[in-house]
């Protein structure tokens, strides 16, 4: 029928004849969430070892590979008597600027060790700027090893700082080969111990993708497979 | 002539009419607000999403919501603009809209010989606010007049886009009102009055014009309204991919929502208009025992909705199906196919209804008539063609 083709469709989209086709997959955002991803990218955490200790040593790496250039670190010599850090020295100042931030997760690469991570919390819309920097205090996690929640911060829509933190470094391996996923290749967590990995992608989407492949060979074998 | 307005005129007659006008005002703007959520929602539904489903229920005071927004934003207004002009355009563009509004009749019992008369305290009066002479060519200027309010938009904004747009808007509104005048004088030959309330009560019965004219002015109507109010496919106007937003670009604030409170009440106003004038408006079966009331009001006023939202629908359901006409295609359909094709049927009808009237051999004028134009409309084609020649070979030459 040519221009009247399309009236059809919008019509039988309407009417929702087809459920196939008048299904909506929109989700109501604030009230419904969906999962995150594995490697979902949010807010930065600072992670500290078991004992209390915090990783970061102060290097600077992270401020280095910044591509936003929003981190701004400043290293010190620890107290012999009373160290922050298990090494030398620890991060002294430690501040992202999240008005500036793209989230890229080049920190999280750089760190030797593993002391800064991002969460999979991204509900953290600040009113003012100097809100929009987090300080260490803020960022480091608590004497429980959870993340301290700001007052802007809104955790109601399923975060879980005892499994949504430090996820992109557990879902692959540190060389970001899906060869070692799985294997656990960091430290402990004050809190939490030495986390389980986080599965997920990219080993079970491959796993999937070729299985998938085998039994679609299977079915139409007769047409010449791929 | 409104039976209200004749002989004496005292207070009682000037309250009904004042009444009128407060009530189709209040009514059409809780139309238009019903109106743009209505097809947010459809379109929506249409393309499987949800639509505003926020501000009350299913999202119904979206339209207050968003108006109460606009007005606490900044009026801007562009520096190379002229002030005047700028702060005239959207008046232009809404005033009319209103105005069209005011000669379509709503209710009334047009059943037998009441000619949609009802009493409203003790006063004959017709359900519209205003039954003047000119009746339908009133539609016809306000739509003229709704072109100014588009083209001074753009040309007063100091601004290439919205520029652009008003000079897109004035061709196009001026070609399509050919074509649409064309198909309303198909109308007016029918009924013989530009009354609307006389072109309603000879539909009355389903002698809807809709047949009576022989479908095609209706289709010829309904296209060219379609261009006319500006709506898809015919949205050259703001076609927001090319023009930013076209006319109404440099507009913010109060002023932006009037230009779009215009465009939802003419789809209304239009809408009404068609119902008006294809599909014999509130006229429809009633009851002979049924009281004055519902016979005069409520059964009327429901078969005009019912028919005015069938269009809104199908306004709506343009929308969300047709994509964007090229400028060329445009013109092309306007010029090359819609006035042809109304003026031939006008032709066709006139004869028609000669024939009839004076007992002529009716086959015999058909064929003639359907001969004569099928002529026309041949030469048409050639000399069409015969100008894309010409114009391809000057083009080769350049």
Known sequence: ?226 | MDPLLSGDIGWVEVAIVLLKVVVAFAGLMIAVMLMVWFERKLVADMQNRLGPNRAGPFGILQTMADGIKLFFKEDLQPERSDPFVFKLAPYLSLVPAFLTFTVIPIAGNFSGDNDGVVTIFGQETLMQVADPQVGILLVLAMSSVAVYGVMLAGWSSGSKYPLLGSVRASAQMVSYEAALGLSVATILLISGSLSTNVIVDIQSGFNWNLWMTGFVPFIVFLMASTAELNRPPFDLVEAEQELVGGFHTEYSSIRFAMFYLAEFLNTVTMSAVIVTLFFGGPSGPIPSGAPGWIGDFVLPFIYFFAKLFVFLFIFVWFRATLPRFRYDQLMDLGWKFLIPLALGWFLIVTTVHLATENDWNIPLVIVCCIGAVGLGALLLRMSIRAAAERRLTSEAEL
């Open chain 1, 1 to 226: 029928m040519g221009y009247l083709d399309g009236f059809k469709v919008t019509f039988k989209k309407w009417a929702g004849l087809k459920t196939e086709t008048g299904k909506r997959i929109t989700l109501q955002y604030p009230e419904e969430t969906r999962p995150k991803p594995p490697r979902f990218h949010g807010r930065h955490v600072l992670n500290r070892y078991e004992d209390g200790m915090e990783k970061c040593i102060g290097c600077e790496l992270c401020a280095g590979v910044c591509p936003a250039k929003c981190i701004y670190v400043r290293g010190r010599d620890n107290d012999p008597e009373n160290p922050t850090s298990p090494g030398e020295r620890y991060g002294f100042v430690y501040e992202i600027n999240y008005l500036r931030c793209i989230h890229c997760d080049l920190c999280v690469e750089a760190c030797p060790t593993e002391a800064i991570t991002e969460t999979k919390l991204f509900e953290f819309a600040f009113t003012n700027r100097s809100d929009a920097i987090y300080t260490k205090a803020e960022l480091v996690v608590g004497d429980d090893g959870r993340p301290q929640q700001l007052p802007w911060e809104n955790w109601d829509g399923g975060f879980d700082p005892a499994a949504d933190t430090s996820g992109w470094m557990r879902a692959t391996a540190p060389g970001g080969s899906d060869e070692f996923e799985g294997i656990v290749a960091w430290a402990g967590e004050l809190g939490y111990g030495v986390r389980a990995a986080e599965g997920g992608q990219p080993l079970e989407a491959r796993q999937a993708e070729e299985a998938a492949a085998a039994s679609h060979h299977d079915d139409h074998d007769g047409h010449g497979g791929h």
